[in-house]
């Protein structure tokens, strides 16, 4: 079955605890992105990704890395989170030359305390 | 900056009626408007998406109408069931697709 899956689906940590979400993707897509759902701001991109080793920003990227190593993996890094990083992650990926046709995985409910 | 406005933020309708959701995008260079459709405690799903150079596109009860002059676009749900129950995102994506922009969501209930 073609999917985007992350890990963990759900996680409360505490300040400036670092921690990996992890994404991967089975359908080969070279591009793959991550965003964040908050209320009433609907979903903002946080870094995307055309391919291996090329990565890029998003609107709001403040706070985050991401790595490219591999073409199915798209991991989330969080540094030191803060509260205001509380958020849903989708992570999402799609073919190169249709990248505005997203696949998006499950989500991830972050909480920082 | 919000590049793209939905309307409303959340919309209740009767079973058989038409739910209209309403997008206006800023940036004149977007040149694909998708979609997408969410289910309580899922990702985003396509839905269906529209280019700049139609004027509406149709596929079952869903239909997309767009006005280039006006810089806005539309969901149209006809015959709305209970099923249809979701929030969904107007988006707008500039050529190549890699930066989208969603607008911030609207929360349909359809009343069986």
């Known amino acids: 079955e073609a999917q985007v899956t992350q890990n963990p689906r759900y996680l409360i940590t505490v300040t400036g605890k670092k921690l990996t979400v992890t994404c991967s993707q089975n359908m080969n897509h070279e591009y793959m992105s991550w965003y964040r759902q908050d209320p009433g701001l609907g979903l903002r991109q946080i870094y995307y990704s055309m391919n291996v080793e090329v990565t890029d920003k998003g609107d709001v990227p403040e706070g985050y890395k991401v790595s490219r190593k591999e073409k199915r993996n798209f991991p989330l890094i969080l540094e030191s989170p803060s509260p205001n990083q509380t958020s849903l992650y989708f992570c999402?990926?799609?073919?190169?030359?249709?990248?505005?046709?997203?696949?998006f995985g499950p989500g991830t409910r972050l909480t920082v305390t | 900056q919000q590049q793209v406005k939905q309307s409303p933020q959340s919309l209740i309708v009767q079973k058989g009626g038409i739910s209209i959701i309403n997008c206006a995008y800023e940036n004149t260079a977007f040149d694909y408007f998708p979609w997408y459709q969410q289910f309580p405690g899922k990702g985003p799903a396509l839905l269906i998406a529209i280019r700049p150079d139609v004027s509406e596109k149709k596929e079952g009860r869903f239909t997309i109408s767009f006005n280039k002059s006006a810089k806005q676009f539309s969901l149209h749900i006809m015959d709305s069931q209970p099923g249809d129950s979701a929030t969904y995102f107007c988006a707008a994506s500039p050529p190549g697709g890699f930066k989208t922009i969603f607008g911030a969501g609207t929360r349909l209930f359809v009343k069986a």
């Open positions: 999402a990926s799609s073919s190169i030359d249709r990248a505005y046709e997203q696949y």
